[in-house]
């Protein structure tokens, strides 16, 4: 089946220029490249078709580059025949659960940071997160402090950090979880 070359607009039917085919081309293979940087079991999480995915595979092992850029070529092709909707979706949502991730772990890092190094900054930390266990807290900011100042493995900074995002995973104090 040939690509339809013609758009339906207010005027009629007008031909699809060349730039704008090879525009979508492009874009269904970055999308290609996209997917053959997933790992496995993201792609397996993702519905494409059985020849798709074994294109996707199958470009994981190519190492040579013109047989790498002929393969994307392929899936791209083969990306013309699927609705894409779906994956790019899904794609988005990955990355934009990554990143709201990675704030997560940097905010958190920031606190610990603090935590060390500004007396004050447990007040401020207690007064977001109302349920953290004050003493706990106080003891590894205190350790963490002793390791860095003898040089030794950041143990208690670790175990600060784990702390840090047990609490502020935690529920809000007042939100009871309905035991079903």
Excluded: C
């Excluded at 494409?48 to 047989?67: C, H, Q, W, Y």
């Excluded at 991730?101 to 920031?110: D, G, I, P, T």
């Excluded at 208690?156 to 007042?174: N, Q």
């Amino acid at each position: 089946m040939k690509p339809d070359k013609t758009e339906n607009t207010e005027h009629g039917i007008e031909p699809v220029s060349k730039t704008k085919r090879k525009a979508e081309a492009d874009a269904l293979q970055a999308i290609g490249v996209t997917l053959t940087e997933l790992p496995r079991d993201k792609l397996n999480k993702l519905d494409l078709p059985e020849a798709l995915l074994d294109a996707v595979n199958e470009a994981k092992r190519i190492t040579s580059n013109g047989a790498l850029r002929r393969q994307m070529q392929y899936i791209g092709r083969l990306m013309r025949d699927i609705d894409t909707d779906p994956i790019v979706e899904q794609l988005q949502r990955w990355e934009g659960s990554h990143t709201e991730e990675n704030a997560r772990f940097h905010r958190l890092e920031q606190w610990r940071n603090r935590l060390i190094e500004d007396e004050s900054a447990l007040s401020e930390f207690i007064s977001e997160f109302p349920n953290t266990e004050a003493q706990q807290v106080r003891n590894l900011i205190r350790n963490a402090r002793r390791e860095h100042a003898a040089g030794k493995p950041p143990k208690s900074s670790r175990e600060l950090f784990k702390l840090l995002r047990s609490i502020t995973e935690a529920p809000p104090p007042g939100t009871e979880l309905s035991a079903d």
